[in-house]
């Protein structure tokens, strides 16, 4: 990631991967 946008999009990625997993 080089921009902070996309460093922010990794990091909104990796939260709604995580609570998925937790729902789940």
Known sequence: ???D???SN???Q???T???QMST
């Open 18 to 20: 995580t609570e998925t």
């Open 10 to 12: 990794e990091e909104h």
């Open 5 to 7: 946008s996309e460093t």
């Open 1 to 3: 990631s080089s921009s």
């Open 14 to 16: 990796r939260t709604t």
